[in-house]
């Protein structure tokens, strides 16, 4: 089974995108795990452009890395100096990476207003540039800038760069789509021609700016092309990179190509969702593959359908992905939807019970005013369970009072929080600070709820969300709240919605900690 | 020049996706704006399956569009019935739309494992179904479900199904990849040969579970299909639809063939983030063509370049589909992104002054607490100004202190905010009441500012958003809030960052202010 190379570049290309800064240890914390997932190459920056990037080829040195190999990325020499004393390719070779990937320009309108030189010695340039760093350096690549754009616009000057690198012996020449803007069709097409005239092993570097970058990637693999650049998760400038998550799948399960094992396949959603954290996005619901959504079913035909048979509505197991099948619950969900989730937590509903009725009518009604129970699967479960009336009551919060003050100018303002609860008959009155009115409130219910069930005190907040529904969604303009709530063993989701931003938190609170109780209660 | 129409489902399989739940009355809304944008057929739902389908085509009907056809979306009749007694059937010609689009099985698996009847049952239902269906409807179109499946799974018995459609006289036969699994090489392909074998004009309609259904529509329209089924920003179940706001572009720039006119495509971008709104999600600011991501450069190589020639780095111009260049501002950035930055501010900044220099440095270092300029321009011309000693103080808040309190189980909680501000020599203390204590908040201040500032009541704040960043980015987990303030003429984004969530909110407030002091007063 022929063998395609992954060349990451998450932490150079990726953190050109709009949002995206990574530390110098993120990045290193980035490399083991694009290690652990198989990636054979990984570009660690442009140690000429930064000085983080410099730090980087530093530190990585010290870390012990199972099987991938560190690449430096620059440019080709400056005009009027020699490989030797141009400053950028001097720091390339200072970094001491495994592998050198310079770009050099491919498409002639870009040698004249961009470089200013001659097109012949923009060839000159490219081929001294290779020559001296293939005997600095082990490997050396190169990145063809606006391949496709150039060879459109004159192919014969194109392949005349491509032969200035081959004559270099460069180990693999990297076709790029720089602007993002080619098509499948014409992409298949060029490397076609290319191949015929190109022997040194070929690889593909796509932008999704026509929002084709995996497509352009996958039919290059299927023209014969070895090594794929990409990021995870598609980060990059403007549209993005070609995304990695989905090329490493099709790779292996559509064009049964080898790349990296099954078992290594089995943590991509892992990989792509720690990257995100680690980049301080929250996870694309929606990404092909590995996506919370991607395998989320909420028509009540197709629920019913991949009950029997997953794959009538599955283009793939989800777990060879570590995804895994979701069923949805909202008002366009049939009562299918909703047995299924009740089976998810245990709880008996009789498909004929009228209960499942209103469950269902609640959900449209909660719906409309803004609440959504995917994320927030506790608050769904406490739902069920009042509906069923097997809810217990174990507080009852009389009221709350929190005071944000700011006393002087450069002072920051302190938070603090006075709750009253009820537990069986006695009444509790407490207070606490936070980080804010929500943190506040939270450590003052905690503090006061704690003395009669101590259980809490292993719950931890982890997450907390705040999106504002703008108005003329059928009702007023208003807050939700989403958070996740955690313990030793498990992890759950609630939900708040009101207009007051205090009120939405204090239900989804409210709910973390009820659902914790009713799950110690139960075991 | 070949024409390709554009069939939309945002309002059908659109409403699929996970979030998306749209009101008739939005329903209404999004089909105006849809027949603006020239698209010529827009799917309003499926009437047998949902009440809410059922009204909007009671309504659409009283509705005034300039040439968009409606659609109705149905399945073939079930076994052992006839058309006329088909209970999905009636209600779809009860519905009265200009179109009818029912799905049939072409699937040999799903005929056995779904419908549970014979492949020739099956052929019989699909043709008998759509020649009734000719007999009451002016067009009638058949999407053939699982096609691509179903043709590597057994094409003879595939093609069969489309045989009987096209027996039946159908106006289109749309070719559907239903899991989203199929890859660009593949579907090029197989259209290929069933255009040898079916006469009767093609559509294509594709999901994104490989992330290619943007790339397998424009394959699709490259092997002669004449109608694309999609949705706006790629809305759908699971990983989505094919997502038009990139086909349409690609239709009319890259494959040159006719589908709306220009001025409609100028107001592409506009119609993504209507519809953006309407579905209550915050844009996608990396979509192709018209994400606010999508010409925006970091990079200062690329900054100084495409300053030069747009062409270097942009494979389109943003002006064709209503976008527009950015340049960012960030730690990548060099001095240019400054320098173009303080251009569109009108600031004179001198490339040499090593003002600039401080700027970029104290933008790296917000950075590193969490601070984020693209989207809160305001906060950034404000800060300029401050290293530049040009800005003006126009107030100082002395102090402030917000009250939330819940007094019973069952009340809401209040929010009451006091501020004391300091105007020239002059003292305002004064309080406000509010929809939670951002909103408190918020009216203290203006309260108190108006006095000075009367300008100040053409302020609305128009959109605010909460971050939560996660701890491990080199600072203690905080909170970043963006906000969107207003007046009649324009509109601006601050931003806030603390670890108090009311100190990130004033904070940005505060700016928000501040920015419509100065720019009145520059006026």
């Known amino acids: 089974m022929s063998l395609v190379k992954l060349y990451d570049t998450t932490l150079r290309d990726g953190t050109q995108a709009e949002d995206i800064s990574f530390l110098v240890e993120d990045k290193i914390r980035i490399a083991h795990k694009l ?10 920056g442009w140690p000429g452009s930064n000085p983080k990037d410099v730090a980087f080829f530093k530190d990585i040195k010290k870390e012990k890395l199972q099987q991938a190999k560190i690449a430096a990325f620059g440019s080709t020499r400056r005009a009027k100096t020699t490989p030797a004393n141009d400053h950028n390719i001097k720091t390339l070779i200072a970094a001491e990476p495994d592998v050198i990937t310079i770009f050099g320009k491919t498409w002639d309108f870009h040698v004249r207003e961009a470089l200013r030189i001659s097109l012949e010695e923009n060839l000159e340039l490219i081929n001294d540039s290779l020559v001296f760093l293939k005997q600095n350096v082990a490997e050396v690549f190169y990145d063809a800038e606006h391949f496709f754009d150039g060879y459109k616009a004159n192919p014969e000057y194109a392949i005349k760069t491509l032969k200035a690198a081959e004559d270099a012996g460069v180990d693999c020449i990297i076709l790029c789509d720089t602007n993002g803007g080619s098509m499948p069709y014409e992409v298949a097409d060029i490397i076609a021609k290319v191949r015929k005239q190109i022997k040194t092993p070929l690889g593909i570097h796509t932008h999704n700016d026509g929002e084709c970058a995996v497509a352009n990637s996958i039919v290059a693999v299927d023209q014969g092309i070895v090594q794929v650049q990409g990021t995870i998760n598609g980060f990059g400038e403007r549209c993005g990179n070609a995304n990695l998550c989905s090329i490493i799948p099709a790779i ?10 099954d078992e290594q396949l089995r943590h991509l959603r892992e990989v792509s969702n720690y990257i995100f954290e680690l980049a301080n996005l929250s996870p ?7 996506g919370k959504s991607a395998f989320a079913h909420k028509g009540g035909v197709h629920v019913s359908a991949i009950q029997r048979h997953p794959e009538t509505y599955e283009h793939i197991r989800p777990e060879l992905v570590g995804n895994s099948t979701r069923v949805l619950v909202s008002d366009l969900s049939g009562k299918s939807n909703i047995l299924a989730k009740a089976e998810e937590f245990q709880i008996n509903l009789d498909s004929k019970d009228p209960v499942t009725q209103e469950i269902l009518e609640e959900i449209k009604e909660m719906e409309n005013r803004g609440f959504q129970f995917e994320g927030a699967e506790a608050s769904f479960e406490l739902m069920m369970k009042k ?7 174990f507080f009852q919060v009389m009221g709350f009072r929190v005071i944000d003050e700011k006393r002087t100018d450069d002072q920051k303002p302190t938070s603090e929080a006075t709750v009253m609860i009820k537990v069986g008959g006695k009444i509790e009155h407490t207070a606490a600070e936070g980080h804010g009115p929500v943190n506040a409130l939270d450590n003052a219910l905690r503090k006061a709820l704690e003395k009669f069930y101590p259980k809490l005190k292993e719950v931890k907040l982890h997450d907390y969300k705040v999106r504002v529904l703008p108005a003329g969604q059928g009702t007023a303009s208003s807050i939700r709240v989403l958070i996740e709530l955690g313990d030793k063993i498990s992890r759950w989701g609630t939900v708040g919605v009101s207009d007051n931003i205090i009120d939405a938190s204090y239900q989804a609170l409210i709910d973390g900690i009820d659902f914790k109780l009713h799950h110690e209660d139960s075991v």
């Open 387 to 393: 509906a069923l009336g097997t809810h217990k009551k």
């Open 252 to 261: 292996k399960l559509k064009l049964k190509k080898d790349c990296i094992s």
């Open 35 to 44: 290690d652990e997932l198989g990636v054979h190459y990984i570009e660690g």
């Open 284 to 290: 694309d619901k929606h990404l092909a593959y590995v």
